[in-house]
């Protein structure tokens, strides 16, 4: 006799039954340790209990990157065609054929990040609809998030963000982004802190204000430096490729990760991938890519986007489901202001969810 085939994770939730009546747009705005104003939206969508009593609401945020994007779509207000009675599957089906924006977003990517927002807000609101939780439906239990801080050092680059940061909090771990202005004596200093969990060289980016471009001298010095740190997103040019040759059990990849198959394209097999739940668009891309790196041995840490509301406890809740004992850049969203306040938690996270639906703390 055969064994019943096991659900994949998205089909643990595909199911879900949705009713959506209608749905409100929520701006958020804050200046963040980046030195840029960051916006972003939360979607809002609305219904009633399954039961046909009260009413329930799902939660999402859009993390598009250009303020204008976001600009623009509050000032449209919530013009889509939303409002039905779904499953989660042909919720996102009916989704993907519809104008999430209303003018061309300035990058492609954020079509993702959109999708991301409204299908996070449709499985809360459909696991608050059955009353039940996340970890229940997937019957996983959250575990504490272990988590590292994400900066930059500014320019001219400073030990200043790490020591201010370490002087509240003496436990914090960081990700930090070397660019080509960090001195040697820079990187010493870094060193003798003993903080840095993982390196991030944004290769990737063209065109923002993190771009740096390949340095193979960079490159040597801070693969040396800090010999147990993940490297991410380096660019593999013949130079640093030569730099880094010994160092490749230690890569990750973050922005080229939208799928499955980029995971399965990248130059060398990974030992580990950042997966920003918002960067893979929709939930069943995101699913099916936390099982394919189960099946093949793949660490995963999750990533941050300078989230403002909902959005930074969703990916605290997913890291806590799927790779909770990793580098995640999931820390308290207020340590990236200038100067974070006191009394933040300290990592690991302790375990936070709301009795139902897809929210966290």
């Known amino acids: 006799m055969s064994q019943a085939r096991t659900l994949s994770t998205w089909e643990s939730l595909a199911e879900l039954e949705l009713i959506i009546e209608d749905y409100a747009l929520e ?36 993390v598009t990157y250009d303020g204008v994007d976001h600009e623009i779509l509050q000032a449209a207000g919530p013009q889509l065609p939303l409002a039905g009675r779904f499953t989660l599957a042909s919720f996102c089906e009916c989704l993907a054929e519809l104008e999430l924006f209303p003018e061309p977003p300035a990058r492609e990517v954020s079509q993702r990040y959109r999708t991301w927002a409204y299908e996070s807000a449709a499985l809360d609101l459909a696991l608050r609809q059955a009353q039940t939780s996340l970890h229940a439906a997937l019957g996983r239990e959250p575990q504490p998030v272990r988590y590292v801080v994400s900066l930059r050092l500014g320019e001219p680059p ?7 940061r370490l002087a509240r909090y003496p436990s914090l771990r960081f990700k930090l982004d070397p660019t080509s202005s960090w001195s040697e004596r820079l990187i010493s200093e870094l060193v003798a802190t003993g903080v840095v969990d993982s390196v991030d060289f944004k290769s990737f980016y063209s065109g923002t204000v993190v771009d740096q471009p390949a340095d193979p001298v960079l490159y040597r010095r801070v693969a040396e430096a800090f010999p147990q740190a993940w490297i991410e997103d380096p660019a593999l040019t013949p130079e640093t490729d030569a730099v880094l040759f010994a160092h490749r059990e230690r ?13 399965q394209s990248l130059p060398y097999p990974p030992r580990m991938v950042n997966i920003k739940p918002s960067r893979l668009g929709g939930l069943r891309n995101l699913l099916d890519a936390y099982d394919y790196c189960e099946e093949s041995a793949i660490g995963a840490y999750g990533g941050g986007q300078f989230e403002l509301g909902c959005g930074r406890g969703q990916i605290q809740y997913l890291a806590s489901l799927f790779h909770a004992d990793a580098p995640n850049d ?18 690991p996270l302790p375990p936070t969810p709301s009795a139902t639906g897809f929210r966290w703390g």
């Open 158 to 164: 400073s030990l200043d963000p790490i020591t201010r």
């Open 27 to 62: 701006p958020h705005t804050a200046s963040v340790s980046s030195n840029f104003e960051r916006k972003t939206t939360v979607i809002r969508l609305r219904g009633g209990t399954l039961g046909g009593t009260g009413g329930e609401e799902g939660v999402g945020e859009d």
């Open 330 to 347: 999931v820390a308290p969203r207020e340590f990236n202001l200038p100067d974070p306040p006191d009394g933040l938690p300290s990592s």
């Open 251 to 263: 890569f990750s990849w973050d922005a080229p990760i939208h799928s499955i198959s980029d995971i």
